[in-house]
Structures are given as C-alpha cells and as structure tokens.
C-alpha cells in the first residue's frame, strides 16, 4: 500500500501487527483488520548475531541475547508505523508474535533474562538457547536412558525419543555446567513466553502466562 492510499484512509480503522522472531532477523507486518490488507512490512537483522557472537559452530552452539530481540523489535515496529499518517499509531488494537521453539532462556524472579544483568551479558548460558543448539546431547540421551528405564516411556508421545533441541536437554545442560547461572536462575522461559510480557509490561515470572 502506498502512503498516498495510506493517506486517503478514513479513521478510525482498526490496524493489527504481526511479529516473527526467525533465526537471523525479527519480522513485522502491519495489517488492516476489515479485509486483512497488509499495509506495511519490516525486517531487521538481529545485530549481535549477525556478528557471530555468542555462536561456536564447533560445538553446535547457538545463543540469542535479548538485546537482539529487544532491538530488532522496536526497530521493525518503528519502521511499519512511520509508513503511515500518525493517526495509524492510535489504532493498532492488538499485536501477536511467533518464534520457533524449543528456545528458552533462565530468567530472573521478575521473568528477565539473566543476560540482562551485566555481571552475565556476555554469558552465552544466560541467554537464549536457540531451536538448533545442540549442546545438550548428552543430557538428550540420559533422559532417553531414563525413559526407557521406566514403567512408562513418555518418548513414546514424541517419536521414541528426546532430542537436544528441546527444553529439558537444555536446561540440564546450562544446570550441569554453569553455577553462575545456576545460581542466578530463577526459572526458565521460552521465547514464545517471553516476548509477550515483554510487550504487555510484566515485571514478575509468577504473571508470566506460559504456553502449552
């Protein structure tokens, strides 16, 4: 839609945003609610990522600080409200977001990941730990080993196994490795929890409405 079509619109009209948060950059498209028209898109790379940090290919590492979701956000939001009138900015009614899992983080007792404490913002463990990580294949197979050993086997409702990119992997993993972290963490958060009380304001993990 052009800024001239934009322009020509009457108000009130009720608008929505979309976000994605893929594996190299966050997503934004603004769309008109009465015939889901999309008005407007942006796209930001996540910075830090973009620069290898926090990564070890070697070891099959990969982390997203917050700060990269945090920006990338605000960016693309900016971007997709400033392609129209300023009256747009009054009639966005409501937002929603997607992310790929499995991709959670240890977060403090107000639901904040640790990385944004500055005795561990440069701690790939107190970060987000990505979909396709898979440093956790050990504590994979213990957790296979022990679902085995019992009278019931729950991988049976996963494939017959778990895998190293999944939750509980990843958390034993950051647990049996990092006491800084350990000590830190409160609890864990997946991203697709995160994001939306980071957009409605939460400051308290117990508030957090998690997923399913």
């Known amino acids: 839609m052009t800024r001239s079509e934009f322009t020509t619109m009457s108000f009130p ?7 994605d948060f893929g594996s190299d950059s966050a997503r934004a498209v603004l769309v008109r609610v009465c015939d889901g028209k999309e008005v407007a898109v942006a796209v930001e790379p996540y910075r830090r990522w973009s ?30 409200l400033d392609q129209g009138p300023p009256e747009v900015r009054n009639h966005v009614v409501g937002m929603a977001c997607d992310t790929t899992g499995s991709t959670p983080c240890f977060v403090d007792e107000k639901g904040a990941p640790l990385a ?12 987000f730990i990505l979909w396709k990580d898979h440093t956790s294949v050990n504590e994979a197979m213990a957790i296979n080993d022990l ?8 991988t049976m409702y996963s ?33 697709c929890e995160w994001i939306p009380a980071l957009l409605t304001g939460v400051s308290s993990y117990a508030e957090v409405v998690r997923s399913r």
């Open 13 to 19: 009209e009720p608008f929505v945003i979309g976000l």
């Open 51 to 80: 620069d290898g940090k926090y990564c070890d290919p070697s070891k099959n590492q990969y982390r997203h600080h917050p700060l990269d979701y945090i920006e990338a956000l605000e960016i693309v939001v900016s971007r997709v």
């Open 116 to 127: 944004l404490q500055e005795l561990l913002s440069e701690n790939p463990n107190a970060m």
């Open 147 to 154: 679902c085995k050993k019992s009278l019931v086997d729950y």
């Open 159 to 191: 494939g017959g196994t778990y895998s190293s990119e999944w939750f509980w992997s990843k958390a034993l993993h950051v647990l049996h490795h990092d006491k800084a972290v350990r000590e830190k963490g409160y609890a864990l958060l997946e991203l």
